[in-house]
Nanobody, 116 residues
Framework: QVQLVESGGGLVQPGGSLRLSCTASGLTFSGYAMSWYRQAPGKERELVARIGTIGGETNYADSVKGRFTISRDNTKSTAYLQMNSLKPEDTAVYLC?????????WGRGTQVTVSS
């Protein structure tokens, strides 16, 4: 059974940092491109960042470039999202996605709230 489990969310003040983790099981992690999405109340789900299978290729939404960094550790079957200089508009549920050309798996998400 494939599972993606996110952790690391929470409440943080504007300007603060969080590191999210996504740990996978039941799949060959190194073969999957990994992504972080987010969904705020009343808004569509949006892609935040993506990383290729060996970590050399990354892509970011314009809204997070220069503030967020995606990475992965294939030995731990874990993807990370380091979030710095957080803003209130970053508040959302952050979801992890693992993708092959014809298969996509999702985690349940972790809540990130940026508020003073």
């Amino acid at each position: 059974q494939v599972q993606l489990v996110e952790s690391g969310g929470g409440l943080v003040q504007p300007g603060g940092s969080l590191r999210l983790s996504c740990t996978a099981s039941g799949l060959t992690f190194s073969g999957y491109a990994m992504s972080w999405y987010r969904q705020a109340p009343g808004k569509e789900r949006e892609l935040v960042a993506r990383i290729g299978t060996i970590g050399g290729e990354t892509n970011y939404a314009d809204s997070v470039k220069g503030r967020f960094t995606i990475s992965r550790d294939n030995t731990k079957s874990t993807a990370y999202l380091q979030m710095n200089s957080l803003k209130p508009e970053d508040t959302a549920v952050y979801l992890c996605n693992g993708r092959l050309p014809r298969i996509s798996y999702w985690g349940r998400g972790t809540q990130v709230t940026v508020s003073s």
